[in-house]
């Protein structure tokens, strides 16, 4: 069976590369997605999809239906991506989508349009191989991941599935693990620590205090450096009101609740600040409205949960098993999150939707967000086969006992 | 020599004292609910000459149960053994025959009690157990599978991989060895054999796990069980011989849960699964033989069943090449004449002629069911555990050149 | 009537020609690789476009008027050749599960065929077909019937045209010398995975293949028969997943496995070297109790054949086979007929076509 998904995978790889090309040189910040979205659903009903659609968030579903109801996988990237400006200026331009060297560069390629494309190219490589399907395959671009806290996985998950009566039993990403079996990462949370008073100077005195305390370390255990970032404060004149905030982007690891953190940080700020007079000091998640690309507007909370699937739960163990079934090499592991502020679905699939999760992508993750991004080209075409096993493994008719050498 | 053997199953504890060489039996009995309490409380069922009690006393393991049946046996002077016999099932490989029980045996019975994971870890206690309170007390253990230990290289590996087989200890081994050895012996006596000229099929066929053996000069050189119990003829709960790409198929299903495929084929398929009504074939042929109109299903249970049996049986006269005698035992072949007259009708060609009157006439074992002029006898033999583990203990022990003796 | 056969293995397409009355292919070879079960409908258009250009120009013969495609599996809905039909190919659709690496492949080849032979009757000739009537006894596994969620479990052997036109052809023997008996033969098909059927006149009642081919004699890298059990030790102890396993039971087993060399059985029963006797042995001793199985379930035996590919292996192993069935309830009989069958599954398959064809056509006038 795997030396027909390798066969079949091979003559899919100049088109994928080509697919991958075309949606790194469109432009897809977070909430302005529609013109990726049109290529994906575009490519999706070329290589035969059963059902193809765009829902009201504007993410794009592609589907499997295999011949009995279940088990069900969801294929999960996201189209969006960073603004190029985030990281110091490129040598290559960001959408010229260039292949040298083995790699192919540009904005996104490692995060996370290399996996938009494998993940599109491995449903069609499972329609090729002809493989009968059990259960269904979904493929879904989804919005507004970077900037909006993955509010299209929400929306898909939360309306788009349940209405088609689909509930996935797995699900795979596409994020940037350079082809390693990843099953999860720590969280993080923005908040923002807000004081405010009548009195101007009690303000600044206490914000000021706040900061000082930060940078001591004295605001009580914060985890290391690296894990914690604070802003200079910013001050406005409210309805008579001086109001500072100091925003804060600090990780969470998986044992750490909000409602913990807050706390904590709430207790420590309110010490720091007394001595500068009678502030109200108050600790609060940020939070904004965002409006997607299709109009509607969505309430978003700057937190993404820690998570993490289990490693020995069935999805890693039959992960494992398939991918060293076909040849390919099994590196388990989790995302390390190098920038605060990175983040993947993965923490709403696991701990709101109890979807086990799992991450298995072409790009890298040192790639992701950086200058002269790139993915390597022989990793982005070994993903939709090694994908396609995990998937049969999981959903496909047993092949036992037949080879497809002549009998 | 008074031959303590003791049988140990998950919960009790079987045993019987038997003088050798004569057989006569002293005392037996069973502790039943042996280990953590149950509704009811642990007993022992205890049986001298003509005499029957029961003791309740808490048993909370093997190793108590040994001592309060050792106990009783002593409470009478006669009774007092002087040898002990266990039942092990599996010796793996490195117990190629029974064997007399010291420091080293006992280091390697730990050694291998993962190989039947249920039946050797409390035989294995239980040996240490008699060991360290009687020293002096020769003890002999006896396993199923030593019997079919000297069968043939291309009898007993599997056509996979050779690394990979020599790594995990693939092989087959068989069992039902205690009973198929028993049997053969009776049946060469009986029909006035020398044991090492005597080739035979022997059907162990039991109301939970069944074998046939093929022996040639007195020793095995096949047996239908492999590496587990679970090969072979189609049994009580058990599927027996399946297409590997099946049991791979519940595996994919099971998403990878090994355990519960296992029990799948070990506990819910053979008569049981494929009859939907029982795990006794008796049941199901009696069902079928008493309606007219009994489901299809019944019947195909018990044609599957029979013709299983019938196929290995031509097998292994092929195999054995001249049999002098197809033997049938434990509940099925020794109480069903239905199953002895389905198996060997119409193997004429193998020379094997059963007699219909004489096959259901045979309440009183041993008996021969087959014609006059049938060249390959069909004897009903009934088995018996614990003599043949005291027979295996006391030749080991006296060092006797064959196992049988005249019995007075 | 010009018949076109084909054989679709993994990576190419066979095919044998064959003209009117003509009992050799006026053409016969194997297409282009990367043709397989799997190829898509385009290459094998052009594959199936070139290949009628050169029956077509094949001297004295024009049309291909029949095409026969020989595959694997059938289930137990299709119990001879068949002219393909609308519903036909509804039915394989429907059962491709049973057969996941063969039949979506079938239905790609067959819109192929349709294609480039439009109007011309479309044979599948399966090698399940043969072995359809075996009895429940023999074909069911000892299951609850709704072990593997399909109803559909069952027992077959995978050379059934092989069995049967072997079978066929002892019948024709017998009849000429003794009319009026039907034979009771064992038929030993030789090829990369061997199999044993026990026949009864022309009806099959044993078989060594199981539900899928990998059952039975133990094959060039197939372990055939073995413990279920250690499927699942291997499981536990090496915490592999079933495609693992598979694999290793599937492509690492069998002569290789234990020779640790690729081997076949001609190699194996014409060449006596030491690292060769264990596995010959057990080809032996499989073969030797899957023919006393047989022997038993016919209840006598009056012929061995012996068919398929490794001739040479088959003129040690028949012989032998026979002179080991020590069967003293037969003395009187005459001795045991051990006949050679060669003909090809080309030949066999465009036969079957031939008469499915004249079947449906004496049907429609009828």
């Known amino acids: ?407 | 020599m008074k031959v303590l053997v003791f049988n140990c199953g998950s919960s009790s504890l079987k045993y019987k004292l038997l003088e050798m060489p004569s057989a006569r039996m002293l005392a037996g009995g069973e502790a039943q609910r042996v280990g953590p309490p149950t509704a009811q409380p642990a007993c022992i069922y205890h049986r001298t000459n003509g005499d029957q009690q029961q003791h309740q006393v808490d048993m909370p393991n093997h190793a108590v149960a040994f001592q309060e049946v050792m106990k009783l046996l002593t409470s009478d002077t006669r009774l007092a053994p002087d040898a002990v016999g266990h039942r092990m099932v599996h010796g793996g490989t490195r117990f190629a025959d029974h064997a007399i029980v010291d420091e080293a045996v006992i280091g390697e019975l730990e050694a291998i009690q993962d190989l039947a994971p249920l039946h050797n870890p409390p035989a294995t206690a239980l040996v240490r157990a008699c060991q360290s309170r009687y020293p002096h007390l020769p003890q002999v253990v006896v396993f199923d599978t030593a019997f079919h230990a000297a069968i043939p290289d291309y009898a007993y590996t599997y056509a996979l991989p050779r690394d990979l087989m020599s790594e995990l200890g693939i092989r087959k081994y068989g069992f039902h060895g205690t009973s198929h050895q028993y049997v053969v012996e009776e049946a060469a006596r009986l029909l006035d054999r020398p044991l090492d000229e005597f080739n035979a099929v022997s059907c162990h066929l039991g109301s939970g796990g069944a074998s046939l053996c093929a022996v040639v000069n007195g020793r095995s050189v096949d047996n239908t069980m492999g590496y587990s119990p679970l090969q072979g003829l189609m049994m009580s709960t058990r599927c027996g011989d399946l297409d590997p790409a099946v049991a791979l198929q519940l595996l994919t299903f099971a998403g990878g849960d090994g355990d519960s495929v296992e029990n799948l084929l070990n506990k819910r398929s053979g008569v049981l699964g494929m009859s939907g009504m029982s795990a006794d074939i008796r049941d199901v042929l009696a069902s079928v033989e008493q309606d007219a109109d009994a489901s299809p299903r019944l019947r195909r249970t018990v044609e599957a069943y029979v013709w299983r049996i019938r196929k290995y049986l031509g097998s292994y006269l092929a195999t054995v090449g001249s049999a002098d005698a197809i033997i049938f035992t434990d509940t099925i072949g020794e109480t069903s004449p239905q199953v002895r007259w389905a198996v060997c009708a119409g193997m004429e060609v193998f020379g094997v002629s059963i007699d219909p009157a004489r096959n259901i006439a045979a309440t009183h074992l041993p008996a021969d069911v087959a014609r006059d002029d049938s060249k390959v006898r069909i004897l009903a033999i009934q088995t018996n555990e614990e003599l043949a583990i005291a027979r295996r203990t006391f030749s080991m022990l006296s060092g006797a050149a064959g196992p049988l003796q005249k019995e007075h | 009537m010009n018949i076109l056969v084909l054989n679709p293995g993994r990576r190419i397409l066979g095919y044998a020609f064959f003209g009117q009355g003509g009992r050799h292919p006026l053409l016969e070879g194997t297409c282009n690789p990367s043709c397989g079960p799997q190829t898509d409908v385009r290459s094998l258009l052009t594959i199936l476009r070139d290949l009628r250009q050169r029956c077509a120009s094949t001297a004295g013969h024009h049309t291909t008027d029949v095409v026969a495609i020989r595959t694997l599996y059938g289930g137990s809905a299709f119990g001879k050749a068949t002219l393909v039909t609308e519903q036909v190919v509804a039915t394989l659709g429907a059962i491709a599960p049973e057969a996941p690496l063969h039949l979506p492949g079938l239905l790609v080849l067959i819109e192929a065929c349709q294609e480039i032979f439009p109007n011309r009757p479309l044979v599948a000739a399966f090698e399940t077909a043969f072995f359809v009537p075996l009895p429940p006894r023999e074909h069911l596994y000892a299951l609850a019937a709704d072990t593997t969620g399909s109803s559909s479990l069952r027992r077959y052997g995978f050379h059934g045209l092989l069995h049967e036109a072997a079978c066929a052809h002892v019948l024709r023997l017998t009849r000429a010398s003794r009319p009026g008996t039907l034979p009771r033969t064992l038929s030993l098909c030789l090829e990369p995975r061997p199999e044993l059927a026990a026949v009864a006149g022309g009806r099959p009642i044993m078989v060594t293949g199981g539900a899928t081919p990998l059952e039975g004699i133990p094959g060039q890298t197939s372990c055939g028969q073995i413990d279920p059990a250690i499927v699942m030790a291997l499981a536990q102890e090496k915490g592999w997943g079933p495609e693992q396993i598979d694999a290793v039971l599937t492509r690492q087993s069998g002569l290789l496995g234990l020779t640790g060399q690729p081997t076949d059985l001609d190699m194996l029963f014409t060449d006596n070297r030491e690292e060769y006797r264990l596995a010959r042995q057990m080809i032996e001793y499989h073969i030797l109790r899957a023919a006393g199985a047989g022997v038993a379930a016919l209840g006598g035996l009056d012929a061995i054949i012996v068919s398929g590919r490794f001739t040479q292996a088959g003129r040690v192993l028949g012989p032998w086979l026979r002179e080991q069935l020590h069967l003293p309830g037969r003395p009187q009989l005459p001795a045991v007929r051990l006949e050679f069958y060669t003909e090809t599954i080309g030949r066999i398959v465009a036969d079957q076509a031939l008469a499915a064809v004249r079947n449906t056509a004496r049907r429609s006038v009828a």
């Not at chain 1, 022989?378 to 959903?395: F, N, R």
Request: some cysteine.
């Open chain 1, 1 to 407: 069976m795997y030396r027909i998904l390798k066969d079949r995978n091979a003559a899919l790889n100049e088109a994928l590369i080509g697919f991958a090309q075309q949606l790194i040189s469109t432009p897809s910040p977070s909430l302005g997605e529609a013109a990726v979205a049109g290529l994906v659903e575009r490519k999706m009903r070329e290589v035969g999809y059963d059902k193809v659609f765009r829902d009201e968030a504007g993410n794009v579903v592609g589907l499997l239906l295999g011949r009995e109801a279940g088990p069900t996988v969801l294929l999960n990237c996201h189209m969006d991506t960073v603004s190029p400006e985030a990281d110091g200026k490129w040598d290559r331009s960001p959408y010229t989508a260039q292949v040298d060297g083995g790699r192919l560069y540009g904005l996104g390629a490692a995060d996370c349009k290399g996996g938009v494309a494998a993940h599109v190219y491995t449903g069609a490589l499972l329609k090729r191989s002809l493989l009968p399907l059990r259960g269904n395959l979904i493929v879904a671009a989804t919005v507004a991941e970077e900037n909006g806290r993955s509010v299209g996985v929400r929306a898909l998950l939360e309306k788009t599935l349940p209405e088609l009566e689909l509930k996935p039993d797995h699900a795979i990403l596409g994020e940037p693990t350079a082809l390693g079996l990843y099953y999860g990462h720590d969280g993080w949370v923005e908040l923002d620590i807000c004081v405010e008073s009548a009195n101007p100077f009690d303000v600044d005195d206490a914000a000021t205090a706040i900061v000082n305390d930060f940078s001591a370390g004295r605001m009580g255990d914060q985890g290391d450096v690296e894990s914690f970032v604070l802003d200079q404060p910013r001050f406005q004149n409210v309805d008579g009101l001086r109001k500072a905030t100091i925003g804060v982007t600090r990780r969470l690891r998986p044992a750490e609740s909000i409602g913990d953190v807050l706390h904590q940080l709430q207790h420590n700020a309110a010490l720091a600040a007394q001595p500068s007079g009678a502030v109200a000091v108050e600790v609060l998640v940020r939070q904004e409205n965002q409006r997607l690309y299709t109009g509607t507007t969505t309430l978003v909370r700057h937190v993404t949960n820690a998570w993490a699937t289990d490693p020995f739960d069935r999805l890693m163990e039959r992960a494992r098993q398939a991918l060293s079934a076909a040849g390919c090499q099994v590196r388990p592991g989790k995302w390390q999150l190098g920038r605060l502020g990175m983040g993947t679905a993965g923490s709403l699939l696991v701990s709101e939707f109890a979807v086990p999760t799992i991450g298995y992508g072409p790009g890298d993750e040192t790639m992701a967000h950086a200058r002269d991004e790139y993915v390597q080209i022989d990793k982005l075409v070994e993903t939709p086969y090694g994908t396609a096993a995990i998937v049969h493994s999981l959903i496909g008719v047993p092949v036992c006992g037949w080879t497809s050498d002549e009998i």
